[in-house]
Each structure stands twice: as C-alpha cells, then as structure tokens.
C-alpha cells in the first residue's frame, strides 16, 4: 500500500496495485496459457493462439488475459474517457450516478497504471513470440502472424506515447517511454526520447504493413495499418504523412450521407457502412450499448456542446446523438472509419498551409451531415468562440475561425469515440472546471499526461516521472 501525492494538493490512498514491474508481468502470463502448461510454444498453431487471444480482445469476444481489448478503447473505456473532458454537463449529473467528474478521479486510482501495465504486457508477449516463433515462420501463414505482432507491439507502444507523454511542443527535451524489444527479465530499461518512441511505433507499424496481411483473422490488414499510421503521424505533427495515408483511405472509402450515414451510427455492434475496424465488435455483455447507455445517460452534454450543432435538425447528427433532454443516443464506437481520417487530412491541409483546400473539405464534409447546406466562405466562418476551452491548435497558435471550425467538425463527429480528451491534450491542455455536490474540481495542464506507475519507480529509479507527479511514499 501506498500513498500517492500529486502536486495542487490532490492526496489519494490506493491500494492494489500489480507489484510486478512492467517486463514482469506478461511472462508468467504467457507460461500459463492453456493448453501448453509452462513451455513456450513451438507451433504455428500454437504461436497462433497466442496471438488470436489478443486480437479476439479487440473483437470483444473476450476480456483477454493480456487487456489487449484497451489498444483501440473498447465500449467501457470510452464511456470512461468521455467524462474526462468537455462535452458533459457534471454539475447536472443525476445525485445516484457514480460517474467521474474529471480525470483526477481516475489518476488517483491504480486504473491510471493498470492501462500501463497491460500495454506492457502485450509488448512482452509480442516480443515473446518474436524471439521464439521459428517453426512455419517463413511461411505465408507465419509471416503474416509476426506481421500481427508488430503492429500490436506498435499500437501498445502509441497508447503509451498518447496517455503516458506530453503532447508534442510542451517540453524542451521530450521524454518518451522505455522501449524493449525483446525479452529480459533482468533489464530495467530508462525512458527513451519522445523521437525514439515515435521511430519505434512507425517502425512496427511499416514493418507490419510489409507482411500484407490478407488473412482478416490477423486484423491488421494493409488498409488498418495505414489508418494506424494516419493516426500517428497526426499525434506527432508529421501532417504531409498523415495526409498521404488518410487521403489514400477517404479515397477507397468514401463519405457517407443521409440514410446510410443514419445506418451506419445506429448499428449497436458489428462492422457498418464505411468502418474500418470496430473494436468490440461482439462486445461482452458489460461492454454491449445496453449495459453502457443507462449509466452514461445519467449526465447530459453541455449546453455549449450542444449549441455546435447550430443548424439542429438540419445537422443528421443532431438527433442521432442525443435527444431534447440533452442525453446520449449515440453508439459507442471505437475503431477506424472514413470521417476521422477525412478530419485527419483535412486538418493537415490546414497545418500544412494550404488553407483554400482545408476549406474546400471542410464544406464538403459539412454537406455530408447537413442539409440543406450553405457553404462557408472565409469571410462567413463563425468567429473565434472566446468560451471555448480550446483556445490554441496543436503548435500553440492561436486559433483562428477556420481552425475552430475545423475542431468543432471533429469534436460533433467523434463524440464518444474516445477522442475529446486526447484532442484537449493535443491543443493546448486547456485547464478547465467541474462542479459536484457543491465542490469545484480543476483538470489541470500536467493531468492530461498519467502517471508512470510508482511501483514501476520503486524498482527502478532511474526512470523519471512526469511533470506534476511528486511524491510517492511506501509503506
């Protein structure tokens, strides 16, 4: 047991977390998957149930002993991460809910290190059977299994980039977080630069891509690779890539509109209209709408999330998403579809300076969910809304009407897909309040980036925690 303190005074007990450290955890995991006793596998067969184990994880059709269904946030880490930013209305949350109120109730909690260990552990596993797997490696099947491996040792790796390091251009000299590559149980390994992390994950990644996975068994398929490395690329500011990769997707799945875009948002489970990729695709039964909603409908989104819907029943999102009382109607998704990748590439027209063309997608995207639809020219976009959290874009300037046009688009379409919190943390880390039972609670600038865990620190010291985290007493 431990007490961990961070800094402005917030003081939590917490108890329980893993004591194991991060190279750890997942071998004793691995020795202990039935029905191979305490060997490591040797057969592609066997190596393939290693790996079906996680992607079946992301699918939902199980919770997975490696946490692997966290890579792409299934349903209740959205839920989760939802009432961690900006777009709920806390102060009016029903006084039977046990909902969060902001981030901090999470980072005083062992969950904020949970999510570190189980990316570690996939990283071992993967990096188990990398070393290992020999016999039917070279085939066509054995290749795109390792292929498999990369690309989930490289998603683990950017779920850690986001969550557990500062957003690009908060610090001088950014940290990273410890890369390992294979399997030592006597290695602590220090933080790597934020550079190093990125090469690591863009590095699994392209390797990943070269296997062309044909097989969907193994997931990652040329196409999911590409949107993972869109993805990338956009977190770190590489917009040209970005752009390359995200227009490459709109271009071989095209927007949807109308009835068809209606079709796609109310498919409870299952892949719809021009999805990529759904993690909890067959989602157990805690993880299904039917569990989640209820709970989630205990708070209604804020009015000013709300008033960006300012054409209302003219917007096909308007009703979709939730109804007069402001409460939720809308899926939980987590995955890869077209509209994110639009927004993706539409964005980085604007950083790369080519603003005409940021535009130009911008009304095209708007006239895909809104209609009958008016065009904005650059003298008719909404002015700079002063109350917005976001006041600055992800290179700390400040915004101007078609970058806060741009972001309102993105922050309508992804509503609760688990982006709103990381697009805060990329834009500035906008500090900003809630209210519950009469007490005022403050997400501040170095809670956008968690915790390394402190046990992890304990045993070894030469790892340095980040910004705002300053205390940790054992005993």
Not at 218 to 230: C, D, N, Q
Not at 416 to 431: Q, S
Request: aromatic fraction near 12%; hydrophobic fraction near 35%; glycine fraction near 6%.
């Amino acid at each position: 047991m431990f007490v961990f303190n961070h800094k402005k005074g917030l003081s939590v007990l917490v108890s329980g977390l893993l004591t194991l450290c991060m190279l750890c955890t997942s071998c004793g995991d691995f020795l202990d998957i039935k029905p191979y006793g305490r060997t490591v596998p040797k057969t592609t067969e066997e190596y393939q149930a290693l790996v079906t184990e996680m992607l079946t994880a992301i699918d939902g059709t199980n919770t997975g002993e490696t946490g692997a269904g966290a890579l792409f946030f299934n349903n209740e880490m959205v839920r989760s991460f939802e009432t961690y930013g900006d777009n709920m209305e806390t102060s009016l949350t029903s006084p039977s809910s046990n909902m969060a109120y902001y981030v901090g109730n999470l980072l005083g909690t062992n969950e904020a290190s949970v999510y570190y260990e189980r990316f570690y552990r996939v990283i071992s596993r993967c990096n188990i059977i990398l070393d290992n797997y020999e016999t039917g490696r070279d085939t066509e099947n054995g290749q795109q299994l390792i292929g498999a491996c990369y690309a989930l040792r490289g998603l683990a790796y950017y779920q850690l980039l986001r969550m557990y390091c500062e957003p690009v251009g908060a610090a001088a000299k950014p940290l990273g977080v410890p890369i390992v590559t294979g399997f030592d149980m006597e290695a602590k390994p220090n933080r790597s630069s934020y550079e190093e992390t990125f090469k690591q994950v863009e590095s699994d990644f392209k390797t990943a891509m070269s296997k062309n996975i044909k097989n969907d068994v193994y997931l990652f398929t040329p196409e999911i690779v590409k949107g993972l490395l869109a993805r990338l690329y956009f977190w770190t500011g590489h917009f040209a890539e970005a752009k390359q990769y995200a227009d490459q997707l709109v271009a071989a799945h095209p927007l949807l509109s109308g009835e068809d875009y209606k079709k796609m948002e109310e498919a409870v489970d299952g892949l719809a209209g021009n999805m990529l990729l759904r993690c909890d695709r067959s989602p157990v039964s805690d993880h299904a709408f039917s569990h989640l909603n209820p709970y989630f409908m205990a708070r209604p989104l804020c009015a000013r999330f709300v008033k960006l819907f300012a054409e209302k029943d003219k917007d096909i999102r308007y009703t979709l998403y939730f109804n007069k009382r402001r409460l939720n109607n809308k899926r939980f998704f987590s995955g890869l579809r077209t509209a994110e990748f639009y927004l993706i590439s539409m964005e980085s027209a604007y950083h790369l300076g080519n603003r005409t063309e940021a535009l130009r997608m911008l009304n095209e995207f708007r006239a895909h969910r809104i209609s009958p639809y008016t065009a904005y020219t650059m003298g008719t976009l909404p002015p700079v809304d002063a109350d917005e959290n976001i006041k600055v874009d992800c290179t700390g300037t400040a915004l101007t009407t078609l970058m806060q046009a741009i972001l309102n688009e993105r922050r309508k379409e992804l509503y609760l897909e688990g982006d709103r919190f990381f697009e805060l943390k990329r834009n500035g880390r906008p500090e900003f309040w809630a209210t519950s039972n009469g007490l005022k609670y403050t997400t501040e600038k170095f809670m956008y980036t968690f915790p390394l865990p402190p046990a992890d620190l304990q045993v070894n010291p030469g790892l340095v925690q980040n910004p705002g985290y300053t205390e940790v007493l054992y005993n």
